[in-house]
């Protein structure tokens, strides 16, 4: 595995309300809390720095209302940071940062070297397009346009994520959760994405499924070499896919390492609390 | 016309301040070509969607050495024509035609002139629906942030699944185009027909939504392609072996009226540009 880094962020911030002079220091995980208990104002993300490396699986971890989702959302570029940097390691060498792409620009960036899976299929598919129309998409994004070959692409991509290419003009509504979220990794593949963000995939399904999901997901990222960073609560699914974990809680960063380690030895009382109750 | 003016109303109906209000929009219509700029629709003395759009395009333009041709459905003397004509003459004062090659602005529902257009000659299209997104995004807020992004990736899933459905892209009116490769743009209320004569043409071409509150444009020699795959390309409605029962034209937009007779009635199709075909009518009299 390259050592050299493909996306490094650096200081960023997110907050959601007005702002007071002593939000720093009001909020935090040492104080417990995200939320100002002066002005109301939520820090969702504070000085969070991380480098993500080309062909690694990160997982963040966190409980909720920790920020993991914000910082997410931010490096899918759906969310525009307050402050700090999104660098981005271009295949030739070049950086560029993300956040200071503008909205065209940044959509670019995001159809043609990120995808994405949310937790709820109805945030990533559109419901009212059949489940070819929603893979198509990124393909016609990419610029494909001779229908016959990008049904079959889209086959291809169905074939690979173990759903039937028969169901390809189904409506989303008619399928399960499991499969939803598979039409929604096969639409995020779709256009060859450099990154890919995984959003609390497996939460919400029943734990067969999600070892499935889980598998399609390791053998992909085996296959494809594709870098994925993974949001979850849940430390059984970082364990099984991430080589290095990032906890975070009210906004911060508390602890970062390899998987393993974080898992057998926690420093943070947080982690600690954490690995405790779950395994 | 000048002893037909309503001297009641300042020249062209319109003040002063919304005619530059719409002459500043027009600008900024020419300027990105295909982006759809808000303006502020007046109240005009006919009902919404009966072409104040275009009707509010026309008067702002409108100078009093112009030359004015109104059409709808391409017939100079159909309902709405007549009304908008009267309208605008009786507030300027400005002489009219029926002759296509004689107009200096040709204020048009759902057709294009047949007759090529100039460099010095502009169409004002009434426009029903502005918005080509909103077939698959109904909020205008978010379709305005999809046309600021260029994300047009649902627009092309509702083609893909037109084929899906119907084995063809079964688009009757309103064809969807990407105007100088950057912003989508509705044809409405052109039939496909008309579609390929707004790419690199030398004419202005202007669309009023009044509605909808929306000026576009289309400048001269602009790229206007319309959404097509390789292998389901654009294509116009044309029926081979049908022709004009008037002027025997074979290149034509054909209508269909259902004509009367002794034994019932049948179906006949004649040119929809009706002062065109009238005019080949008249130039092969003359000729035989």
């Not at chain 2, 044309?238 to 937009?253: D, I, K, L, M, V």
Request: with cysteine.
């Amino acid at each position: 595995m390259s050592e050299q880094w493909l996306l490094r962020v650096e200081q960023l911030e997110k907050h959601f309300g007005p702002g007071c002079p002593v939000c720093r220091q009001l909020t935090g995980p040492t104080t417990g809390r995200s939320r100002c208990p002066r002005c109301g104002t939520v820090w969702a993300c504070v000085d969070v720095n991380l480098q993500l490396h080309a062909g690694e699986v990160l997982g963040i971890v966190g409980e909720s209302g920790s920020g993991k989702s914000t910082l997410l959302q931010m490096i899918y570029l759906a969310l525009r940071p307050d402050s700090g940097h999104i660098w981005y390691r271009e295949s030739d060498g070049q950086l560029r940062d993300l956040t200071t792409l503008n909205r065209y620009e940044a959509r670019l960036f995001q159809n043609t070297h990120l995808g994405i899976v949310y937790q709820r299929p109805e945030l990533g598919l559109n419901m009212r397009f059949s489940v070819g129309g929603n893979v198509a998409e990124k393909l016609l994004l990419a610029e494909w346009r001779h229908f016959g070959r990008i049904r079959v692409r889209t086959s291809e991509l169905m074939n690979k994520t173990e759903l039937l290419p028969e169901r390809i003009d189904d409506e989303p509504t008619t399928f399960s959760g499991g499969m939803l979220q598979r039409v929604q990794i096969a639409r995020a593949l779709a256009s060859h994405p450099t990154i890919l963000l995984l959003d609390e995939v497996t939460s919400g399904l029943d734990v067969s499924v999600q070892a499935r999901v889980l598998d399609l997901l390791r053998r992909i990222q085996w296959t494809d070499r594709i870098t994925m960073l993974l949001v979850s609560h849940d430390l059984g699914v970082v364990r099984q896919l991430a080589r290095r974990t990032i906890v975070m809680k009210n906004g911060h960063i508390v602890e970062a390492g390899l998987t393993d380690q974080i898992l057998e030895d926690p420093q943070h009382p947080y982690t600690q609390l954490l690995v405790s109750s779950a395994l | 016309m000048t002893e037909l003016t309503d001297q009641l109303y300042h020249f062209a109906l319109l003040d002063e301040d919304a005619q530059r209000e719409i002459r500043r929009k027009l600008l900024k219509a020419v300027a990105i070509p295909g982006h759809l700029v808000p303006f502020a629709s007046r109240d005009m003395p006919i009902a919404r969607g009966w072409g104040t759009g275009g009707l509010q395009i026309t008067l702002s333009l409108i100078t009093p050495e112009d030359t004015l041709k109104v059409i709808d459905q391409g017939d100079d003397e159909s309902v709405n024509a007549v009304n908008l004509r009267r309208l605008i003459t009786r507030t300027t004062g400005v002489a009219t035609t029926t002759d296509t090659t004689a107009a200096t602005i040709i204020q048009t529902r759902h057709r294009i002139p047949e007759e090529p257009m100039r460099a010095d000659q502009i169409l004002v299209l009434q426009v029903p629906m502005a918005d080509p997104l909103r077939w698959v995004e109904p909020n205008i807020e978010r379709a305005t942030i999809m046309h600021s992004e260029a994300d047009y990736g649902k627009m092309w899933v509702y083609m893909y699944e037109s084929i899906v459905r119907a084995g063809d892209l079964r688009i009757a009116s309103q064809y969807p185009v990407i105007v100088n490769r950057r912003y989508m743009m509705d044809t409405t209320p052109i039939p496909r027909w008309d579609v390929p004569k707004l790419h690199m043409a030398e004419t202005l071409y202007l669309f009023g939504a009044g509605r909808e509150k929306r000026i576009y444009a289309v400048p001269p020699y602009t790229a206007v392609e319309p959404l097509q795959f390789e292998d389901y390309p654009f294509r116009t409605e044309y029926r081979p072996g049908q022709r004009c029962a008037r002027c025997g034209a074979e290149n034509t937009f054909l209508t269909s009226h259902f004509v009367a007779d002794a034994h019932g009635g049948r179906w006949e199709t004649t040119c929809s540009d009706v002062s065109y075909c009238t005019k080949r009518c008249a130039a092969t009299e003359t000729t035989a």
